[in-house]
């Protein structure tokens, strides 16, 4: 719950500057947030709004972020699954009811 969101962060800062550098980035995600006036004039509200102004690109790297993790925890679940399958717990165990020999009558009109 720790490692993946901090692989993702890391991948996000070493990937922002090579995805700006491409000219594909749309320019509303680059540049700093712009907050409404009653913002600025609210006290507790000024600090918070100045510290996130001083992030660049801020969008963009929330974008980022948010697609690398979702990609990494696919794959890692993928893998997950994989190997459970593969080493995992049996399927039924003795504790488990045996299975029924019902078969059901084929439905006819």
Do not use: C, H
């Amino acid at each position: 719950m720790v490692a993946l969101p901090l692989i993702s962060l890391g991948l996000t800062i070493l990937s922002i500057p090579k995805l700006i550098a491409t000219g594909l980035v749309p320019y509303q995600l680059l540049g700093r947030v712009t907050f409404p006036i009653w913002v600025i004039r609210t006290p507790f509200l000024n600090s918070i709004a100045f510290f996130i102004r001083s992030i660049d690109n801020l969008w963009l790297g929330l974008l980022a972020f948010v697609v690398i993790l979702v990609l990494i925890s696919g794959v890692s679940s993928i893998i997950y699954v994989s190997v459970l399958q593969v080493i995992g717990p049996p399927r039924y165990t003795e504790l488990d009811a045996p299975p029924t020999g019902y078969k059901p009558k084929p439905y006819k009109r």
